[in-house]
């Protein structure tokens, strides 16, 4: 006889048992699919330009291009884990808006037109952190804060 113990997929909240998703939760996935989105187009861009210009830059090109198309998995399954109120997504979204604020932070450095792209990513950034730690978010992806966890696994 083998005691069967509710596996973590059982106990997580899904979207069928929890109601509808909240809005800040929707807005933080569509924030994380932008950022991911403009991440695959600029890689693609920068893939492009490697593959068609100077030889001696090809390596970069290719290098860079390939490196933020990579990159731009990490925001977009983030997004997708969002909106599937998947709990591991949050940490994926969290790192991703950490990396993007020296990002902005480098754009907004230039003296180019680089500047309004690092106000939009900074607003971004921020917005998307504020999304992702609100209570709000956290209860609908079914995180537990510090001191809580006993108190819902113990039976009442």
Avoid: C
Wanted: no cysteine.
């Amino acid at each position: 006889m083998s005691s069967q113990s509710p596996s973590s997929s059982e106990t997580e909240i899904t979207p069928e048992n929890a109601g509808p998703r909240p809005r800040r939760l929707t807005y933080a996935a569509a924030l994380s699919a932008l950022e991911g989105l403009a991440l695959l187009v600029g890689g693609v861009w920068i893939l492009a330009l490697g593959l068609t210009g100077d030889p001696g830059d090809r390596t970069q090109g290719v290098t860079g291009g390939v490196t933020l198309i990579a990159l731009s998995l990490l925001p977009l399954l983030a997004a997708r884990g969002l909106l599937g109120r998947r709990s591991w997504s949050r940490g994926p979204a969290l790192v991703t808006q950490i990396m993007a604020l020296p990002v902005a932070y480098t754009l907004l450095q230039a003296d180019s037109a680089a500047i309004p792209a690092g106000i939009a990513l900074a607003i971004a950034a921020v917005a998307s952190l504020v999304l992702l730690v609100n209570a709000e978010t956290t209860r609908a992806l079914g995180i537990r804060g510090p001191g809580n966890a006993r108190q819902q696994d113990e039976p009442k």
